[in-house]
């Protein structure tokens, strides 16, 4: 469940009092992915609840990813958990590739992998190429945009036909998800995808 997002949530499985709430969404987040085909779905950390300590948080989101995780396999689905960068959303718990594998350790589950969002961990890490290449057997999915300003490839700082390029010779198999604003218009902004020999 991604909270009160209206009021500025995103996500609630770090937050200690709200695991009944996270598990009910759970079950909800089953019976709309089985309406829809989805064949796997994303469990937003959330924003660490202020007076709520790293340890209390990162056990909270662990216990959850642990219920979820099993859930969602005796569904058919897959897991995925996405760090995300704390300049776009302050606060956000998890936020590194690291902190990632770390707490996917912990959960111990086959059905948990990371959706690796190349934007928010360029600016959080950088080094994207060789983290993917030292965690590609962790990720299941992808997602882009470009950095700065979260727009289509091209627009910014990352050589984005290189990566692709990289991905491909990983053997990468999944979806990679367009996750950008674009710069003027959304049709103009899938030319990226001619220049960079996506089609």
Not at 1 to 15: L, N, Q, T, Y
Not at 114 to 122: G, R
Request: aromatic share 8%; net charge negative.
């Amino acid at each position: 469940p991604a909270g009160d997002w209206a009021a500025g949530e995103r996500g609630i499985a770090c937050h200690p009092d709200r695991i009944e709430e996270f598990r009910a969404g759970v079950d909800r987040a089953i019976r709309y992915a089985r309406a829809l085909g989805n064949e796997q779905v994303n469990c937003l950390a959330g924003i660490q609840p202020e007076g709520v300590s790293d340890e209390v948080a990162e056990d909270t989101l662990v216990e959850n990813l642990k219920y979820a995780a099993k859930k969602l396999e005796q569904a058919g689905i897959r897991l995925v958990m996405e760090a995300i960068n704390t300049r776009d959303i302050p606060g956000f718990f998890l936020n590194n590739t690291q902190q990632a594998l770390r707490i996917r350790d912990r959960v111990c589950s086959d059905n948990l992998t990371l959706q690796y969002d190349i934007y928010h961990m360029q600016i959080m890490e950088g080094d994207i190429c060789p983290t993917l290449e030292a965690n590609i057997g962790a990720i299941r999915h992808i997602q882009l945009a470009d950095n700065p300003g979260r727009h289509e490839p091209g627009t910014g700082e990352l050589n984005y036909r290189f990566i692709f390029g990289f991905i491909d010779r990983l053997g990468y198999d999944g979806w990679i998800g367009c996750e950008y604003k674009p710069a003027t218009t959304t049709e103009a902004g899938l030319g990226w995808m001619k220049d960079h020999n996506v089609i």
